[in-house]
């Protein structure tokens, strides 16, 4: 942490010129000397082509549009032979200000370095003119010709405008490729005409939908679906944007969805559901149904038909294999194949559906394990996102390549160990997506293979977090997004120090974007009766508050006090937060010996001995019922300040007790009602030493065939 933060003080002391400060950094600048005033008569002329992106222009900058102009102090738009695929040439001159590029893409991206050279407000719709600009000339071209993003939309439903905005942002940072995750087990979000019931039924869970809800949202029907006509205005959106949307049908596994619809496409057996209080929860679809593959062309036909990209991406990752294993029309169609490993089978669906788009004159992508085989054609784009060493496997394939470990680019994944997100791929800053590197050099043909860089947001967590709100898909995606962009564009030549001083320019256009980004969190230290606080990021103000008041008081100085538990802080700037922190006495826990039951009975492979142990989860045998519950025995009375009790995975509520309450007890024989769950867990503050507590399901299931327990956390009376 100190390295840290000394290094944002030395970020904090350089003050770069304001070229400096693009984002992405341009290849090269030169100054020409003298100046240019940008006002209210400036008029932006251009080439036909040009001309959605020069009405783009106009309305940032509240200036008009005349193609025809050719006297005055122009802004031109101009295309030419000779740059570089998406390259552009920024001039700006002491009577004109010109933008040339081959393409469409490069007189975008050309656009965006002049936007940074304003006031943050043009990002506001707030352009205040004239605004007096230094003469220079920006010669820029990008890294990689792929410099993308992903967006789930089928775990959290996210409509039309929350997309647009999205792309909004990722277009500020030269980001040109949308990746949109459009089905999924939990929800299928894209109209298909020739099969209306997949969204019209398969776009909500809960309520009557035959999809029970399994992340939240647990008392309503939830969702919601694209028709393809909004789809259109996306794709037309994102085009003026420089955006290419590259939709993607996750296939053949991650269909319990579509599976819930039309369950015919399911293996030809049943299985016993008694655990899932009769949910079937398969999630793959048969390969050996030949009418499976008339479905998919009549839904990868009209995907086709609706998507510009020249890519459609089909999924092929995580496939429980082990539903072929059971079906006796896969296992017959493996003895045809000569055999036994059903993994091969994924190879005969993924060639198939390759030959379906191929008919309507499409190339696929598929995740990286559709391609492990390498029976694919080379002409299939592969996104290497388990680690770095499937990324490497696939350029050594020789299949293009995007390359998008997720211990580096997954932005679900949590920025700090106590921060919200996942964690099973890795707990990694904005600083690790700048530094990361692929860890071998790569040969001449293994680089050619290299598409680009890409993100991902993942949208489990989401739908427990307000969707209505971005800030949490900001506060997870921002400033992580800014790292991508230059890493995609320029990379990390500049070193850590160099693009933070960059990065912290940048947070006033990120709050004039209205972007709720992350801060550095506060160092927080005691020593001698004295609570010390201090922000990594230069100018952030710090804020804390004492555990169990919700109100804010500005950090001045140094807290004298004997508890420093109860202080938490944050630090604040523009739209920016960091997440709250406290001292280690905060954070201290105690594991005192407990015993474990429950009426839902114990999984074998993960037993209560897990929990027991405070080592990781355990559990459950079935899912819940009304009247189940989770009884934790404490083998000696336990004092504490804090008791918290958790059902599901740790920042994900999946696999909970979906309601429910909490009972206490002093004596481990009579107990009391103490507090409702919350997204499956509780809190507890007791007055007395704790013999035993319980959680009591109030609930019929939770959309799977188990409950996970997590080992309560407890914090000891200080």
């Not at 970020?11 to 400060?21: E, H, I, N, T, Y």
Request: aromatic share 10%; net charge negative.
């Amino acid at each position: 942490m100190k390295k840290l933060f000394a290094l944002m003080l030395f970020a904090a002391a350089f003050c770069p010129p304001l070229w400096a400060k693009i984002l992405p950094t341009p290849l090269a600048v030169r100054n020409l000397g003298g100046s240019f005033e940008l006002d209210s008569a400036t008029v932006i002329v251009c080439d036909t082509s040009l001309e959605p992106l020069a009405r783009y222009l106009g309305r940032r900058l509240g200036v008009s549009v005349d193609a025809t102009r050719s006297s005055g102090s122009p802004l031109v738009l101009r295309l030419a032979e000779g740059h570089a695929t998406e390259g552009y040439v920024l001039r700006i001159l002491a009577d004109r200000i010109e933008i040339e590029a081959s393409d469409y893409g490069g007189a975008f991206n050309g656009v965006q370095t002049l936007l940074q050279l304003l006031p943050p407000g043009v990002y506001a719709g707030e352009a205040v003119l004239p605004v007096r600009l230094a003469c220079r000339e920006v010669t820029d071209a990008p890294r990689y010709r792929y410099r993308g993003m992903h967006l789930d939309v089928a775990r959290t439903w996210q409509d039309a405008d929350a997309v647009k905005r999205y792309i909004e942002l990722l277009s500020y940072h030269k980001i040109n490729k949308l990746h949109l995750h459009l089905t999924d087990d939990e929800g299928w979000r894209i109209e298909i005409l020739s099969h209306p019931e997949l969204a019209e039924v398969g776009g909500f869970r809960g309520g009557d939908s035959p999809v029970r809800p399994v992340y939240g949202k647990w008392n309503e029907k939830y969702g919601g679906f694209f028709t393809q006509e909004e789809l259109r205005e996306l794709i037309r959106y994102a085009a003026v944007r420089n955006i290419e949307i590259i939709p993607e049908i996750d296939l053949p596994g991650h269909s319990r969805n579509i599976a819930r619809v039309r369950p015919e496409i399911l293996c030809r057996y049943m299985p016993d559901l008694s655990a899932s209080n009769g949910y079937d929860e398969r999630s793959a679809w048969c390969v050996a149904r030949e009418e499976n593959y008339v479905l998919l062309d009549d839904i990868l036909g009209e995907v086709c038909d609706l998507f510009p990209s020249p890519y459609i991406h089909v999924g092929g990752d995580e496939v429980e294999v082990s539903q072929w294993r059971r079906c006796p029309d896969c296992r017959a169609l493996m003895q045809r194949l000569g055999t036994d490993d059903p993994r091969r089978l994924e190879d005969y669906f993924m060639e198939r559906t390759v030959e379906i788009l191929a008919r309507h004159g499409k190339q696929p992508a598929v995740w990286n394990e559709a391609a492990r085989s390498g029976r694919l054609p080379r002409s299939v784009r592969v996104h290497g996102w388990e680690d770095t060493r499937a990324c490497l496997a696939s350029l050594r394939a020789g299949y293009p390549t995007v390359v998008m470990p997720a211990q580096y680019f997954y932005f679900d994944m949590r920025q700090a160990p106590r921060e919200e997100g996942h964690s099973w791929a890795a707990v990694f800053d904005v600083r690790a997506t700048y530094e990361f590197e692929l860890p071998t050099p790569l040969s001449a043909s293994e680089r050619a293979c290299v598409e680009g860089l890409q993100g991902a947001f993942w949208s489990e967590i989401y739908v427990s977090h307000e969707p209505e709100r971005p800030d949490y898909i900001d506060f997870l995606c921002y400033p992580r997004i800014c790292a991508l962009a230059e890493q995609a564009w320029h990379g990390n030549d500049e070193g850590w120090p160099a693009f933070y001083a960059r990065l912290r320019a940048h947070y006033d256009r990120l709050t004039a974007m209205g972007v709720g980004f992350r801060l550095f969190p506060p160092e927080v230290r005691y020593d001698d009766g004295l609570l010390q606080a201090g922000a990594p990021d230069a100018g952030a103000v710090l804020f804390y508050r004492v555990e169990g008041d919700t109100t804010e008081y500005r950090y001045t100085g140094p807290i004298a006090t004997d508890e420093p538990h109860r202080y938490l802080f944050r630090t604040r700037l523009g739209t920016g937060r960091s997440a709250e922190v406290g001292a280690e006495a905060h954070y201290r826990t105690i594991t005192p010996a407990l015993t474990l039951t429950s009426s839902m009975g114990e999984s074998r492979r993960i037993p209560w001995s897990n929990v027991e142990r405070y080592r990781t989860f355990a559990r459950t045998a079935r899912t819940c019922r009304e009247g189940d519950w989770i009884l934790y025995r404490f083998s000696e009375p336990v004092h504490c300040r804090e008791l918290f009790l958790q059902t599901g995975h740790l920042q994900l509520p999946k696999t909970i007790v979906t309601t429910g309450y909490a009972e206490i007890s002093f004596d481990g024989e009579h107990f009391e009602r103490a507090d409702e769950l919350v997204q499956g867990s509780v809190t507890l503050h007791p007055d007395r030493p704790v013999r035993a507590v319980r959680i009591v399901s109030t609930c019929s299931d939770n959309g799977c065939s188990f409950v996970t327990i997590q080992p309560p956390r407890i914090k000891p009376v200080l």
